[in-house]
């Protein structure tokens, strides 16, 4: 089975960092990334690493956001620079394993203050 442990939201001023950390009980899937869900917003996928070998960004947080993977701690990351306001949410990191099943973590809540 499936799990997965997201760590590092928290509150950051406009401008400021975060490191978000997903830990996985496998390092071995077909695609891989993070989505994020802001109140009263649709479900964005942020960052994904698809099935064919390429990151793709969404266009909000290009150039700003930075999807890794250290497959030897099976663990994804999620580097956000330059955060603003407009990236608070719930962050959810998401696997899809091999028969086709997608799997998410419980999210961890960001919040960027102007």
């Known amino acids: 089975q499936v799990h997965l442990v997201e760590s590092g939201g928290g509150t950051v001023q406009g401008g400021g960092s975060l490191r978000l950390s997903c830990a996985t009980s496998g390092s071995i899937f077909s695609a891989m990334g993070w989505y994020r869900q802001a109140p009263g917003k649709q479900r964005e996928v942020v960052a994904g690493l698809t099935s064919r070998g390429t990151t793709n960004y969404a266009d909000s947080v290009k150039g700003r956001f930075t999807f890794y993977r250290d497959d030897a701690k099976n663990t994804l990351y999620l580097q956000m620079n330059s955060l603003k306001p407009e990236d608070t949410g719930v962050y959810y990191c998401?696997?899809?394993?091999?028969?086709?099943?997608?799997?998410w973590g419980q999210g961890t809540q960001v919040t960027v203050s102007s």
């Open positions: 998401y696997v899809l394993d091999f028969d086709g099943i997608n799997h």
